[in-house]
Each structure stands twice: as C-alpha cells, then as structure tokens.
C-alpha cells in the first residue's frame, strides 16, 4: 500500500492519501473519540496520542494534532494506523447506531477488568516506555481481556516483547500473555491450509536464514491471491527489507502456493532503526 501526505494551510492539519476511496459521498469530522462511534478508522487514529482532530473525505484521511506534537513523531503512526485499516479490510464507516467508541476500532469487548488495566498502564508508563524509547521505540497499551494485554509496537520496541511480557507478569499476576494488538484480530484466511503451508515455511526455512541478522518474518494473514507479513527485528526499517521481500520471501511463498499472486509488507518501516522511508519531493511524503 501506498500512502502520500499533503501539507495544507494549518501546519497543525495533515492530509494523508491513501490511494483509494475514503468515503464515497461527502465528509465526516470529528473532534475526539467520543464523537468518532461510527467510524472505526478515526477511532483508531484517536489511540494515538496527539491527535485532536479528524476529517474523512472522499480520498483523504485529514489529520490534526496538538500544538505540542510535531509531525515527524507522528507520522510513522498514523501511516501504520491507516495501512493497518485498509490491508485488513475494516470498514472506514459502519452505518446505523453508533458502537461504543473503542482505542483500536476492532474490539469493542476488552479492558474487562479496569484494577487491572491501570496497573498494566502504570507499569508502560513507569518502567517499559523509559526502557524502550533510548533505542527510538514506543509502546501503546490496547486492550486487556482473559490474562492477554493487547500492546501496539512501534520501531524496535517489538524486540523487547519477551522482557516486556515478564515485567507484566511479575507484577500482574493476572497477565498470561502479551501480544501485538494486530495478531488478535480475527483472521479467518489463517485458518486454511494455504496459511497453514506458508507459516511452516517461514518457520522452518526463511527465519532460521535471517535470524543472524536479527531479522523475522510474521505472517499476519492470507486474503484471496494476497498473503500480508510483517517484517519484525532487524528486518524492520532496513533499506534492503524491499529486495529481501521481492526477490527472496515472496518468490518462495508463490513458489510454495502458487495460487498467491502477490505478497504485501504492512510493517511501519519508519518506525525501524534505519528507516528507508523519507520525505518526497514538493512537501509530500511516501509510504
């Protein structure tokens, strides 16, 4: 997926394309989550923090932020928010009543225990963030339900997911488990036995290959003819992630299971330790 930005006349507002229709009448605002019930994909962009403001156009996502955010720490959210929404196919508005406004715009029923939930965000904020920010990472707490904590990743804070998982449970004796927030999401193209060849693949063949560099492929889901993965590790933000991807990891899944014609990378690149996306020419920007 291909995302540009667009500047406009308010430096706090940015217009973000996605390449494909938002909204296919008119425009929607809105001004927090509370107001943002109907639209799962302004609900998404809310969870992150800064954002004060949203507007849907017909191929637009219009982003406005706090005075005191900037752009650049911003941006590599957001364009993972919005790929994120569309490669997993969440409508960007649901007709008729308005749900429960929800931080990640894909599960309404989390957080089921607030006690808990406050000592797991006390514990990101006090000792996991701090741990993972030297090393330009982030972590945004999504959701908690049946012992699993539901986090979103950002740069190479992915790394850290085994010490971040022992922090919780030692302290949290009510964390079992803790996940990308992506992952729990219902994927029924992971259940065939198409997903179920490619995951075996990338587990016995291509990440014992790449694990000396640091790197790991995840398969995040099967579509039709499209297979989604993340690139995790040393693989996210790498200027060679692309070639590895094309010539190496897809050819082998087609190779496998040729009824796939295309094999999609929804990493948030921006957000690795050498990121290859960079700002285009005329003020816009590519990803």
Not at 108 to 127: A, G, H, M, Q, Y
Not at 143 to 158: M, R
Not at 209 to 235: F, K, M, N, P, W
Request: proline letters at 7%; glycine letters at 10%; a negative charge.
């Amino acid at each position: 997926m291909f995302i540009q930005t667009e500047p406009t006349s308010n430096p706090a507002t940015l217009k973000f394309l996605p390449g494909r229709p938002v909204l296919s009448s008119g425009t929607l605002a809105f001004t927090s989550l509370g107001e943002s019930g109907r639209s799962p994909l302004a609900r998404r962009l809310f969870a992150i923090a800064g954002i004060e403001g949203i507007r849907l156009e017909l191929e637009a996502v219009v982003v406005s932020k706090a005075e005191t955010m900037d752009w650049e720490s911003l941006k590599p959210s957001i364009l993972s928010a919005i790929m994120t929404h569309f490669t997993e196919d969440h409508p960007v508005v649901v007709e008729g009543e308005d749900p429960a406004p929800t931080a990640d715009g894909a599960m309404e029923s989390w957080d089921e225990d607030n006690e808990v939930t406050d000592k797991i965000k006390e514990l990101l904020e006090t000792r996991i963030r701090p741990a993972v920010e030297p090393d330009g990472g982030d972590v945004t707490y999504r959701g908690f339900k049946d012992g699993v904590v539901l986090l979103e990743f950002i740069g190479p804070a992915f790394n850290m997911l085994g010490g971040i998982e022992n922090i919780l449970r030692h302290y949290v004796p009510e964390v079992t488990r803790v996940t990308d927030f992506r992952d729990a999401m219902p994927k029924p193209g992971m259940e065939t036995e198409e997903a179920r060849a490619i995951q075996q693949l990338l587990t016995e063949r291509i990440n014992p290959s790449i694990a000396s560099h640091g790197g790991r492929i995840t398969l995040v889901d099967v579509q039709d003819d499209t297979v989604y993965v993340r690139l995790e590790g040393g693989c996210q933000g790498c200027g060679m992630a692309d070639v590895t991807l094309k010539q190496g990891v897809a050819q082998e899944i087609q190779r496998l299971v040729p009824a796939i014609t295309q094999v999609l990378d929804v990493t948030d690149h921006a957000g690795g330790e050498n990121p290859y996306y960079q700002p285009g020419k005329g003020g816009m920007s590519d990803y």
